[in-house]
């Protein structure tokens, strides 16, 4: 019997599920050597003040470490994933993948007409045959 610690469910943790943090956590997967910001925008689309709440989430989290220097006279932020970051999101990508596949599965073997009448008022359970 399983329990709610071994549901992949479980491992979905917010912090990586919204949109945009998780093409950052992404983005700066593929980075070994960190992302400078403009970068990092410009590889996730967004605004320099998105990226900034958002960034600033993922270093409340210890996901990511931000590092600020200068290049000659101009500053230069740099973002890297944290070690215990890489090893959440990793966590996280792995639990994604199995819930995804589950459901994968379930809607590639589920006839479709199953879904063509009404759900209960209370849910989408299947009305008794």
């Known amino acids: 019997m399983s329990t709610q610690s071994d549901s992949p469910y479980t491992a979905l943790k917010t912090i990586f599920h919204e949109p ?11 980075a070994v050597d960190g992302l400078a910001f403009s970068e990092l925008k410009q590889e996730c689309a967004l605004t320099d ?3 900034s709440r958002h960034l600033k989430t993922l270093e409340e989290a210890q996901a990511i470490r931000i590092e600020k220097t200068f290049v000659g006279v101009k500053p230069r932020t740099t973002v890297f994933l944290s070690s215990d970051g890489r090893k959440r ?4 990508i792995k639990a994604l993948q199995e819930v995804l596949q589950k459901a994968t599965a379930s809607l590639e073997t589920t006839p479709s007409t199953i ?15």
């Open 20 to 30: 945009n943090r998780l093409a950052i956590m992404s983005a700066l997967s593929c």
């Open 49 to 51: 003040g998105n990226l």
């Open 89 to 92: 999101f990793l966590e996280y």
């Open 115 to 129: 879904f063509l009448s009404p759900p209960h008022i209370h849910g989408c359970t299947r009305r008794p045959s």
